[in-house]
Each structure stands twice: as structure tokens, then as C-alpha cells.
């Protein structure tokens, strides 16, 4: 019983540590975004912006959108200006998604 405790407790912890990590990376992103005007040689084309795609996300600090439309293919993805920023956010989603399973687990077994 209280092995199962600790687990949840640790579970719970990383699923809040995970999540609000990963909030903060797309709220540090987007505020990169307030303030950046138009560059004067414009917007770039779809085919520059395949080049700065990293994992399903767009990584150019030089375009002033936060989400653009995804240049390989249907919807819209979010521009994190870096690719430390994009490599972050995919690790603290994964953070979230094995604290959930390990609460699901541990939730099952009490």
C-alpha cells in the first residue's frame, strides 16, 4: 500500500512538472513572437519554411508568426524560434505522457 503511494505521489509530480514544463515552452515561444515585425524581405515560402521544420514544428527565429499554416500539409504548427525550444517541448511531452501512464498503472494496482 504505501509503495503504491509513493509511486502515485512521484507519478503526480512528474505529470505536473512535465506539463507546466511544457506550457512554459509554448507560452516563452509565442511571447518571442510580441514584438517582431514583418521582415522587409517578407514572409517565406513553403519551401524555405520545409527547411526549418523540426519534429512536426516550425523553428525559424526570423519569422515574426507564433503559428503558421504547416508547409507539409494540411493544418497549422508553431513556430519555437529555436530548435532547442522544439527538442524541450517534445521531451516534457513525453515526461507527461509516461507520468500519466505510470498514474494509470499505479491507480490500477491500489
Not at 505521489?9 to 512538472?17: E, P, R, Y
Not at 512554459?24 to 514584438?35: E, Q, S, T
Request: aromatic letters at 8%.
Amino acid at each position: 500500500m504505501r509503495g503504491e503511494l509513493y509511486m502515485i505521489i512521484f507519478a503526480l509530480i512528474l505529470l505536473c512538472v512535465g506539463s507546466g514544463s511544457a506550457l512554459w515552452l509554448i507560452l516563452y515561444a509565442m511571447k518571442a513572437a510580441v514584438g517582431h515585425n514583418t521582415p522587409e524581405h517578407g514572409l517565406p515560402s513553403r519551401a524555405v519554411m520545409r527547411r526549418y521544420m523540426l519534429m512536426g514544428l516550425y523553428c525559424n527565429p526570423d519569422d515574426p508568426r507564433a503559428f503558421v499554416k504547416n508547409p507539409r500539409g494540411r493544418g497549422w504548427t508553431m513556430n519555437m524560434r529555436s530548435e532547442q525550444l522544439a527538442a524541450a517541448l517534445w521531451i516534457m511531452v513525453a515526461i507527461t505522457v509516461i507520468a500519466t501512464v505510470i498514474l494509470v498503472a499505479a491507480m490500477s494496482m491500489s
